[in-house]
């Protein structure tokens, strides 16, 4: 065995099955590997951010990571801001970057980059392998850095994937869970006794069924309200499951809202800041009196300890109904289509147990409200704010849940970053939907055009926020994602009821 | 006037008249300033690696930056990898990223990433502004470092972009120029002299028409041979210039026709290194034994030092007709396309003053040797072995020089990185073709893995090599571009013929 076969073998005996690929000269040996005995399923990809954007859509449906393969520096480079995604959501991702044989490297051949400076932008673990009889080992480290939630990047010279390694067997390192620590407990459950107005901010794991629920029972026990982190990377939504509030992305109405509170209990989620620090707006959204107490590290599960503060202060073993989401679901509108009629018309379609990645930016706004009531269903959102996260995040959700449709809500601004991620869809026969705001803009720019005071752009200023001419019919057809346009909601809803039923990939470009 | 304003008026005092952009929150200012008097032309790109591309291939044209304007981390390291093709092509590149607020960066807010350990893999120069009343005088200097024949960075806060900013008129420092070194052109002057077999080996601005025809000179005088570095940035090509051998992409080609040679001059040019470290092939290409001459550092231009090392020798004032390339192009092919006929095909049809951007990987080999003879163009190549380089330069060499026609010979496997740039090209109006090898295959991967042995893959490793179902034609369309198919040769001029007459963008599909 070599020390690239080691790599798969270890992969595979920690329990990867796939791997989200983009090789090429210097990863040879791992991809002849993928044909051992025993070795793992790659998808490939034409474009790296669609790999590590792939691999985070995985890990957040899965809770285990994928491994992404890509090819030196630049490789890394361009699969960068989606592993920035990643890393904000807590995802963990097993990246395997090949380097220029040890000998070969420091002539500074022409693809030679410091890859581990990149690397580290992203990276809560990373190493470059320096013996092949390691190899094994070092991977099977990796995948145990990965399950802290974060990204592990190997860094694998091309001389040492093909030298000889001999295999050994070792388990990896889960101990992801640690004790809930029951001293925040007492001060949560003192806060929410008080007769204070409260709020619960959810985030990370904890937005999941089980969290959840829990939630609803402490809410039922103490009045507090629920909050949710701006942008999960996964939450689980809809009826029977309480209506959590997001944190809004606007500062200001954030301000608003948290200056309403004289105590918050965090569970899985940070402190939330302002996305951009603006001129006379706070970035720390939250004032100084605000008691705030943390249940847990974000990047662990606060899941249980919600549970131990929910029978701590004597919550009910289920929470009533009241707390709870009624079924319901939007009218399905008639006529032109607008933003808010889009997103009208899928949730009043979309079924139960869709996978929706929301990376509509301004239209995600319309949509979230919408969908308090509809069956429930699993929500990931733009955790890092890098765009371009949406096509692939939606190809990894779609090849670890076969089973499940997946939405791709998606701004036509922030569309074409991974493009690319159209073909991979079809090469693996993903049942993924890919819903365009056609809006021919990046409104986002407008919108920050005017707080900075510019209502009426100049020509150049208005030619950055100017996105016409994208047909995305024939942008969906040529990668051959059965592909259509639809100008009312009528025309929508039969649209979308289609790509439902039908297999593999589906493109509605909606025009606003 | 503010920070943003003063960074625009400096840049435009320092020559700089575009600014390939992709824009975010962070940068608004700077957006509002592209409309004061005296402004620069935006061009808007859909990925930040189109912006990157197109700067290295505007500066490769007029030898001075392009502005690139990108958005915080993400937007740089989507941009990286071009940027790695601008450093190994000694481009001059003026990188503005817009950062956090200084007062708001410290709270580790989504978008926050380590922008400068990004920076650092590409940047010759980079600085993190830390004044708003230097931002005047930073972007001054962020253009001198880049004329050094280097990508220069400017980090700018938000806040400080905003925040008043007196006017300070500073000129840039243009001191790249190095007086030749008259030690080494004297020992380059002995070797030639003696009775040996030697070559002159130029590369970066040397490949100019004034430092070819100086090595026609040197080679009249003392019988060298000519050869050029393997990816060189610009190269001017055809009649009447002297023919320069490219040293081969293939190691082993490579250090065959290296080992001929008992003395080697560089000029402009590194000592040749492998691409990848082979088992059993050397990573230097050059012998020990093999003498070597370095007239200057190849990131100056060492044109001057080969004027001073033909004088020196006695060269004649002119080389003769036979040293020069006579006018000559390849017989037009008929019948079904192949790789090399589509080659003949460009090579008969293309106009004096073409610039052609080469990414073909595998087929450019076919195409180099045929267009010795034809009438003079530029030729533009992957310096870095970043894929993505194609579309994204051609947009940049367009807008340098909108009189001249730009051809992009594209690989596919390599078409979809950077393939957003086909949206520029309509939007500017640019008069790109862009010419696909549609084999699609990642041929290069198939040849790399009979290289490591496998000669028949398995299946997993077969889809990894494996592009089959994008068609480009609809592509094109799809961003407006005018596009067509070609099976034959007859078929491909046709279109090439009728691409390079009418205004505006066009997509071949050559179908091979």
Not at 35 to 42: A, S
Not at 104 to 123: F, G, K, Q, W
Request: hydrophobic share 40%.
């Amino acid at each position: 065995m070599n020390g690239a076969q080691a790599i798969i073998l270890s992969a595979k005996q920690c329990g990867i099955e796939v791997c989200f690929a983009n090789p090429g000269t210097t990863e040879i040996p791992l991809v002849a590997a993928f044909d051992d005995p025993g070795g793992i399923r790659p998808v490939l990809c034409l474009y790296e951010g669609v790999c590590t954007g792939a691999a985070d859509g995985y890990a957040r449906m899965l809770d285990k990571p994928a491994m992404v393969l890509l090819h030196l520096g630049p490789g890394l480079a361009n699969g960068l801001s989606n592993l920035h995604n990643a890393r904000r959501a807590h995802s963990p991702l097993v990246v395997v970057v090949g380097e220029h044989s040890t000998w070969h490297r420091p002539l500074d051949p022409p693809l030679a980059m410091d890859i581990e400076s990149i690397a580290s932008s992203t990276s809560g673990w990373q190493r470059t392998c320096i013996s092949s009889s390691n190899l094994g080992s070092d991977m099977v480290e990796a995948v145990s850095a990965s399950l802290k939630c974060q990204v592990a990047t190997l860094i694998v010279p091309y001389d040492l994937q093909m030298a000889p390694c001999v295999e050994k067997k070792i388990s990896p390192d889960e101990s992801r869970g640690r004790a809930p620590d029951y001293l925040k407990i007492d001060e949560a459950a003192e806060v929410l006794r008080m007769d204070n107005k409260t709020a619960l901010v959810l985030g990370g794991r904890t937005l999941r069924r089980e969290g959840l629920l829990t939630a609803a029972r402490i809410r039922n026990a103490c009045g507090c309200d629920l909050l949710a982190e701006c942008f999960p990377a996964r939450m689980e939504r809809g009826s029977g499951l309480p209506e959590m509030t997001r944190i809004p992305y606007i500062p200001e109405m954030a301000v608003d809202l948290l200056s309403h509170y004289d105590a918050l209990v965090f569970a899985g989620a940070d402190e939330p800041v302002a996305f951009f620090g603006y001129a006379g707006v706070p970035g720390r959204l939250l004032n100084e009196k605000t008691k705030r107490v943390h249940l847990a590290d974000p990047r662990r599960d606060a899941t249980k300890a919600l549970v131990s503060l929910a029978d701590m202060i004597g919550a009910p073993a289920y929470a009533t109904k009241d707390i709870l989401a009624q079924p319901s679901r939007p009218a399905m509108p008639a006529g032109k289509l607008s933003g808010q009629k889009a997103c009208s018309v899928i949730a009043a379609l979309q079924p139960e147990d869709v996978v929706v990645v929301d990376e509509s930016i301004t239209n995600s706004i319309l949509y979230y409200p919408l969908t308090a009531g509809v069956p429930p269903f699993t929500l990931l959102t733009l955790t890092g704010g890098s765009l371009g996260q949406g096509p692939a995040c939606a190809v990894g959700a779609a090849v670890a849940c076969p089973d499940r449709p997946v939405i791709d809500i998606q701004a036509d601004g922030a569309g074409m970053y991974t493009i690319q991620s159209l073909w991979t869809q079809v090469r693996e026969n993903l049942n993924v939907t890919t819903l365009i705001y056609s809006n021919r803009s990046y409104d986002i720019l407008k919108l920050e055009l005017a707080r900075y005071g510019v209502i009426a752009p100049g020509p150049n200023a208005a030619k950055m926020t100017d996105l016409s001419g994208i047909d995305w019919v024939s942008l969906g057809r040529s990668m051959g994602v059965s592909s259509a346009a639809a100008s009312t909601a009528e025309e929508l809803a039969q649209g979308l009821s289609k790509a439902l039923v039908e297999q593999g990939p589906h493109l509605i470009q909606m025009n606003l």
